[in-house]
């Protein structure tokens, strides 16, 4: 088909969802059969050039509105996703900008992998000079002045977020770690921040339940915070909607995208067909749908000449939530050195077929209730978020061997406790993909995290307005690692 018909919805001008209340502009009869010609053009992500990424010639198809009953809305900017990534954009459009915003989501927030999160902003085992270095060192300064912001309303961070400023340990148990975490240490110092290696005896005295070997010491940065997800993505939502009531904010939940509208005059993307609404976006839209962000920009391009792969996978991570659990108060986050082999570690595409990948690293905090959440697993196990007893007992025995005090509960007996799961968005190069979708120079991507999201979320933010905004003083250098390139294949 080569026409588009978008017809004039009757249906009225606000728009109530989920308790927010947001401006509709009605759209007219929106029809032509102009053919596009697109010319062939072949790209995806330099990280990503195993998968082949293409865009095929030819006339571009449209997938018709579902026009006779959905509504028709228009803004500046449709975010696809209402995760941490999402969520965060949405804000930084709000405050750093004039434009509208609408969210959609296929559920709710915090339904992906951000409701899951340990809730860890951690520089700690971030590598200084890498790829990510810089949007991880924004990142944390920017969830800094988030907080205090909070504070400045005279509101409490800890209530309100969750955000305590625990400082982080990473432990070590072997002579091989130690190493490895002194020269962490000094890398981190170098590179400006606070950090400082703890022999055992110290590390004892900041955390007394923990079980110190001959080979025990940990590297600590006391600058490092947490947060709980879900609150403080609750608080976003909160602030973001106070922007509906001047017309430039709307949430769409329960309402998933299905496909995307192009101008045949432009090429360009000019609305977002959900399940119940067509989304006219003038300026932009962002795919921040995190695991879903491949299969998504696959079916939204499902029934045109484009073929684009995102490579992000699922990898699904369990959490062991102990409510206020009284026998062990950690006064820090504390997670094994060994869990930054795991969260580094890449798939070489024959490994794919090679099972799950299950590992299991112990993460142990006290969050803001007193609740003990000890984390966690990492398996690809496709969009399955099935519990698996046998990963929580592992999380538990795990943990046990860090904090001995653990051994004296059977966790058959603990009633309360909770499991949370989420599926991380795995890029197979360990780099979020952030910017537009080549040839469609209003689409940008977002996705990709992994088990960074919370923490990269607002530098990740304000890169994403910077490159739809152009803000030219702040599209430098180190946005292109994480570009949607061109390859030549
Ligand atoms: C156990 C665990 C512990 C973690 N701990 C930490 C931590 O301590 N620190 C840290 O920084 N990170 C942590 N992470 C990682 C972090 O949670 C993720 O990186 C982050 O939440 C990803 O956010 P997102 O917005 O990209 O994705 P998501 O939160 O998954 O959001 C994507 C959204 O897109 C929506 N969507 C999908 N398809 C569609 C569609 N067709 N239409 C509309 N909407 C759609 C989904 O419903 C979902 O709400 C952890 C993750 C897990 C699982």
Redesign the pocket.
């Given at each position: 088909m080569d026409s588009i018909l978008l017809r004039y919805s009757p249906n009225s001008t606000l728009v109530h969802q989920n308790g927010a209340v947001s401006f509709s502009t009605r759209r007219t009869t929106a029809s032509t059969t102009t053919t596009l010609p697109f010319k062939s053009t072949l790209f995806g992500n330099k990280t990503l050039s195993r998968e082949k990424t293409r865009f095929r010639p030819g006339p571009v198809h449209f997938s018709a509105a579902n026009s006779t009953s959905a509504s028709c809305h228009t803004f500046d900017v449709v975010i696809?996703?209402?995760?941490?990534?999402?969520l965060t954009i949405a804000r930084q459009f709000l405050f750093g900008s004039d434009l509208s915003v609408a969210v959609?989501?296929?559920?709710?927030?915090?339904?992906?992998?951000?409701?899951?999160?340990?809730?860890?902003?951690?520089m700690i085992h971030k590598t200084p000079g890498s790829e990510k270095w810089d949007l991880a060192m924004r990142s944390h300064k920017l969830w800094k002045k988030f907080a205090e912001s909070v504070s400045d309303q005279c509101l409490d961070p800890l209530q309100v977020l969750g955000w305590k400023k625990t400082g982080s340990l990473l432990i070590g148990r072997n002579p091989k770690e130690l190493v490895l975490l002194q020269e962490t240490v000094k890398q981190l110092c170098e590179a400006g921040l606070r950090a400082e290696y703890l022999p055992g005896s110290d590390l004892l005295q900041m955390e007394p339940e923990l079980m110190i070997g001959e080979h025990s010491g940990a590297a600590f940065l006391p600058d490092d915070c947490?947060l709980d997800?879900r609150h403080t993505a609750v608080y976003i939502e909160k602030v973001n909607r106070d922007f509906a009531s001047k017309g430039r904010y709307a949430e769409f939940f329960h309402?998933?995208?299905k496909c995307l509208l192009r101008s045949h005059s432009t090429g360009e993307v000019e609305a977002v067909q959900?399940s119940k609404n067509t989304l006219y976006c003038k300026k932009a839209v962002v795919v921040?749908?995190?695991?879903?962000s491949g299969s998504?920009m696959h079916?939204l391009f499902r029934e045109t000449d484009i073929v684009l792969d995102v490579p992000v996978k699922p990898r699904?991570?369990?959490?062991l939530v102990l409510e206020n659990f009284n026998p062990l108060k950690l006064n820090h986050g504390t997670m094994e050195v060994g869990y930054t082999y795991h969260h580094n570690l890449t798939m070489d595409p024959g490994q794919q077929e090679n099972g799950q990948m299950l590992s299991i690293s112990m993460?142990a905090t006290t969050d803001m209730t007193g609740n003990l959440v000890l984390?966690?697993?990492r398996q690809f196990a496709g969009f399955d978020t099935e519990v698996d007893e046998s990963i929580i007992d592992g999380i538990w025995i795990r943990a046990a061997e860090f904090f001995p005090k653990l051994r004296d509960f059977s966790l058959t007996d603990l009633r309360s406790r909770k499991v949370?799961?989420?599926?991380?968005?795995y890029m197979p190069d360990g780099k979020p993909i952030i910017g537009p979708v080549p040839s469609l120079s209003n689409v940008f991507l977002?996705?990709g995290?992994?088990?960074?999201?919370?923490?990269?979320?607002l530098g990740t933010a304000e890169m994403v307005a910077d490159m739809v905004l152009q803000n030219p003083q702040r599209l430098m250098e180190h946005h292109l690692p994480f570009r949607v390139d061109v390859v030549d294949i």
């Open positions: 696809i996703g209402a995760g941490i990534i999402g959609v989501d296929k559920a709710l927030p915090c339904s992906g992998a951000t409701g899951a999160g340990q809730g860890y902003i951690w947490q997800a309402d998933p995208v959900t921040a749908a995190g695991c879903w998504l079916d699904k991570g369990h959490l993460g984390g966690s697993s949370r799961i989420g599926l991380r968005p977002a996705t995290h992994e088990g960074e999201g919370l923490s990269l979320a």
